[in-house]
């Protein structure tokens, strides 16, 4: 939540914009919304409102909305990188990854240290088919903050669907290393292992898998595959 001291708040707008920022703070997000939506009413150029209305939008997925906001809020405070990157997020999730590259791009620009803003970068660039570039910023986002095991999780998953799977495996494994109670991770380290012809790896990673979570269907299926294949003979040479 942005410092409310606002220069030029009119005076009838910054109580009731400090009460959304309460509810909010409360868990009460459909009445922050509400609360924040009657501080703008009165002051339309209140850009802490504009912001805080739309994180409280966006963790209602109202994400076009959120959007607007965050839009709005911008134009007062160009160097926010907190503002940026939510408003990456809310394109993200309409299915605009180049508008949230342009979105993440601004937020590193504001804060080269945010290992959450280049993880979004990637995240965007992966899903904008720019897989060179989201590489980079996977790495510049695990150099900055090595136990985030969602970078090399998310590279390895881009790697892994562009067919790159050796260096999926790579990735994964530093994922597992930092989260190893992540099924996700395991199962989909399995996958990769899997498709480099590595079956005993693979089906060591599916049991562990299955180990943290019995009740994991993928994780269940991919053992099954990766058992019965273990049993075929190999192709004739």
């Known amino acids: 939540i942005r410092d409310s001291s606002v220069t030029g708040v009119q005076t009838c707008a910054l109580p009731i914009y400090n009460l959304g920022v309460l509810q909010r703070s409360a868990g009460q997000v459909d009445e922050a919304i509400a609360t924040y939506e009657r501080a703008l009413a009165l002051k339309g150029d209140y850009p802490d409102a504009h912001y805080n209305l739309a994180n409280a939008l ?3 997925n109202r994400p076009r909305e959120a959007a607007e906001h965050f839009t709005i809020a911008l134009k007062s405070i160009p160097d926010s990188a907190g503002a ?5 997020i809310a394109l993200s999730a309409q299915d605009k990854p180049q508008d949230a590259v342009a979105a ?3 937020a590193v620009g504001a804060d080269p240290k945010s290992a959450v803003a280049h993880r979004n970068l990637a995240d965007a660039l992966s899903a904008a088919g720019q897989l060179q570039e989201a590489v980079q910023e996977f790495h510049t986002a695990m150099s900055l903050d090595p136990t985030d095991a969602g970078a090399p999780y998310n590279l390895g998953v881009a790697l ?3 067919g790159q799977a050796a260096a999926a495996v790579e990735a994964l494994r530093t994922a597992v290393a930092v989260a190893p109670r992540s099924v996700d991770a395991h199962n989909n380290l399995g996958i990769a292992y899997g498709s480099i012809g590595d079956l005993a790896s693979a089906v060591a990673q599916f049991r562990q898998a299955l180990a943290i979570d019995p009740t994991a269907p993928e994780a269940r299926r991919n053992l099954d595959m990766a058992l019965q294949a ?7 040479r």
């Open 230 to 236: 273990q049993r075929q003979p190999p192709p004739p």
């Open 160 to 162: 892994l669907e562009a």
């Open 58 to 60: 966006l963790a209602k």
């Open 104 to 106: 993440f791009r601004a």
């Open 84 to 88: 940026a990157n939510n408003l990456g």
